[in-house]
């Protein structure tokens, strides 16, 4: 029971300073264990872009290291290229833009891409 309250805990913004009785709501045993499984299952997120012409794919996914919760970003092109953008941040509304951002400059130095082709697909 105290580490399902200390993972609340960890989960709950330092911005939004709330007590653990406003965020399980007077929640025990089973009731407590499903507030906190959608909790967490609501941090993760998938979806799809068109790049180049390529369909591109990014996923999001909360990890817990040492008590601290962290975001698991992954980019990547199927069917276009074996070469994934990764980024691992505290901030859950940044993690894509970095694993983005590693992606592209993996995709230049390899020279999957140009920076003509970049710059061409930036002013569509």
Do not use: M
């Amino acid at each position: 029971a105290l580490l399902g309250l200390a993972i609340v805990g960890i989960l709950t913004p330092r911005t939004e300073a709330q007590g653990v009785a406003d965020l399980v709501g007077g929640l025990t045993g089973g009731g407590l264990v499903e507030a906190l499984t959608s909790r967490i299952v609501g941090l993760w997120r998938t979806g799809d872009i068109v790049f180049l012409d390529h369909v591109c794919s990014f996923q999001v996914k909360p990890k817990l290291r040492k008590l601290q919760l962290y975001f698991d970003g992954t980019f990547w092109c199927p069917g276009w290229t074996p070469i994934k953008g990764e980024a691992l941040t505290r901030s859950n509304s940044s993690v894509v833009n970095k694993a983005v951002q590693d992606f592209l400059q993996k995709a230049l130095a390899s020279g999957l891409i140009t920076e003509s082709e970049a710059r061409a697909w930036l002013k569509q």
